[in-house]
Nanobody, 125 residues
Framework: QVQLVESGGGLVQAGGSLRLSCAASGRTVSNYAMAWFRQVPGKEREFVAVIGWGGVSTVYADSVKGRFTISRDNAKNTVYLQMNELKPEDTAVYYC??????????????????WGQGTQVTVSS
């Protein structure tokens, strides 16, 4: 059974940094596309970043490009999202998602098979 557990969210001032972690069990993350999405109440879930299987390809939403970095540690079966220069508009629940095996990258919610429970990130101005 696949489980994704996010951690690392919290309250931070604008300009600060947080690192989110997504610990996976049941599947080896290196063989799957892994992504981060975020959602605020009343809005659709929004793509943030994805790392393709093998870790070669990465894609970012324009709103986070240059500030966020997605990476993974295959030995720990964990994916990370390093978030720097945070802005109040980054406030959301952040979700980790796992896509199909040997898949490259996708921005679409429908691509992803498994989701974590989410972790709240709040950026104060």
């Amino acid at each position: 059974q696949v489980q994704l557990v996010e951690s690392g969210g919290g309250l931070v001032q604008a300009g600060g940094s947080l690192r989110l972690s997504c610990a996976a069990s049941g599947r080896t993350v290196s063989n799957y596309a892994m992504a981060w999405f975020r959602q605020v109440p009343g809005k659709e879930r929004e793509f943030v970043a994805v790392i393709g299987w093998g870790g070669v390809s990465t894609v970012y939403a324009d709103s986070v490009k240059g500030r966020f970095t997605i990476s993974r540690d295959n030995a720990k079966n964990t994916v990370y999202l390093q978030m720097n220069e945070l802005k109040p508009e980054d406030t959301a629940v952040y979700y980790c998602a796992q896509g199909p095996r040997y898949f490259t990258v996708s921005r679409l919610v429908s691509t992803y098979d498994y989701w974590g429970q989410g972790t709240q990130v709040t950026v104060s101005s």
